[in-house]
């Protein structure tokens, strides 16, 4: 028996659960806890010892599950309960274009969920074996036979060891830069505010404003609520949403006072080179690599489609191989996705897309 200094005598405290954790080598140890964590972590071989890092917080997000991300769930008859089902659902997307008034319609089905409850249903379906730590992983070494990870934890630090590590801890991954630091990707920064609903809106607007954002900004209703949220170059960012705020006002759209302001860094790639799987003992998956939509910034559908695969690979004798392999698919339609981004976000062309009402709803 082990006693745990601290408590002299009980082994179930914490500090002897993490002592014990400490010990072990795990086989895979994972960063992220969102849909690409979760899924890679649910798919691994059981035959493998995982251990996930997460952190227990509201990711930023639209939290607007596309066509893509609904088929994954049916293809694997998987159903979302209720109560990660937002109101309302999403049948089409009002486009506004601020700077040149523009305004049209256009038919998109999307799945409106909350995105916190999403990550923690996600996570339900992390085996039970699967060593589960909450807190930031603040540093990751290479050592001679796999990787050594610290976790600040409830104030404490420890380190965890294993064979291969998985970075699947999104857009501003510490794996990727700390690891391939070489390995560059476009991002921005992306900030989201939560409002009383107490003006008419669409359920869904995307909105487009030169002045403010070469991206874009997005209006979502979520039940009694409204979230308002863009992506902005670095520099001013803050300024930069302010403004595009007070020009959405003059859309007799009227926000109040936020009841959460979040804010995070967004991947978008800028070619499909920037996308990285990663090499010799440490993987990415889901938009750490960069499998995110540069046109519409859609994640959730890519991270799992990827995270999966990366799971799948290790059951073959060259899991880059096949990785590699078997997400050429995402790529491609992320090629596609950025030979439609002039379409989207060149002024010049958007305005003669929007004026000429291709795929638009008619009125
Ligand atoms: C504002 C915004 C709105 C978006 N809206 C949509 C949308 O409506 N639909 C859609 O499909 N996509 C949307 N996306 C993109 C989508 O959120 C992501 O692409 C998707 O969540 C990627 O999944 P992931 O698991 O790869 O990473 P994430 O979902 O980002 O998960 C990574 C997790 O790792 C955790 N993490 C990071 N670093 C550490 C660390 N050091 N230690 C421990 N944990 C760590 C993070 O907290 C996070 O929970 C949006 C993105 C943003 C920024």
């Known amino acids: 028996m082990i006693y745990c200094e601290k408590c002299l005598g009980k082994d179930c405290c914490d500090l002897f659960a993490k002592v014990k954790i400490k010990m072990r080598k795990f086989d895979f140890i994972i960063i992220g806890g969102g849909p690409a964590g979760a899924v890679f972590a649910k798919n691994i071989d059981e035959k493998y010892s995982s251990c996930i890092i997460y ?11 596309s066509e893509d991300a609904q088929k994954y769930f049916a293809d694997r008859n998987i159903a979302l309960p209720q109560e990660v089902v937002a109101d309302s659902q999403i049948s089409c997307v009002d486009t506004i274009d601020i700077h040149q008034n523009l305004l049209r319609k256009y038919r998109r089905y999307y799945l409106n969920v909350d995105r916190l409850k999403f990550d923690e249903w996600l996570r339900g379906f992390v085996p039970e074996k699967t060593e589960k730590i909450c807190g930031t992983a603040t540093k990751i070494t290479k050592t001679d036979d796999g990787v050594a990870v610290t976790v600040l934890s409830n104030g404490e630090e420890i380190t965890v060891f294993g ?6 801890d999104g857009g501003d991954s510490t794996v990727r830069k700390n690891i391939f630091p070489d390995k560059k990707i476009r991002r921005y920064v992306s900030i989201q505010q939560l409002f009383e609903l107490n003006t008419a809106v669409p359920s869904y607007a995307c909105i ?4 403010t954002t070469e991206c874009c900004a997005w209006i979502i209703k979520k039940g009694d609520k409204m979230l308002f949220g863009g992506a902005f170059e670095a520099k001013n960012c803050r300024e930069s949403f302010d403004n595009l705020k007070e020009r959405v006002e003059k859309y007799g759209i009227h926000f109040g006072e936020p009841i959460m302001t979040e804010a995070c860094m967004l991947a978008r790639p800028k070619s499909t080179g920037q996308i990285f799987l990663g090499e010799d003992n440490v993987y990415l998956a889901g938009e750490a690599a960069g499998f995110v939509s540069p046109s519409s910034f859609e994640g ?4 799992m489609y990827s995270a999966e695969t990366l799971a799948k690979a290790f059951n073959t004798k060259n899991p880059l191989k096949y990785y590699k ?15 439609k981004c002039p379409f989207m976000y060149s002024p010049f ?8 009402g291709i795929c638009a709803v008619k009125k």
Do not use: W
Not at 208 to 211: A, H, I, V
Not at 300 to 303: D, F, H, M, V, W
């Open 163 to 168: 064979k291969y590590l998985i970075g699947a």
């Open 300 to 303: 959730i559908s890519r991270a």
């Open 349 to 356: 062309l958007r305005k003669a897309v929007m004026k000429s």
């Open 325 to 339: 392999r078997h997400t050429a698919y995402l790529r491609f339609v992320i090629f596609l996705k950025l030979l």
């Open 55 to 65: 952190l227990n917080t509201q990711k930023p997000c639209g939290g607007l599950l």
């Open 208 to 211: 487009f404003d030169e002045k």
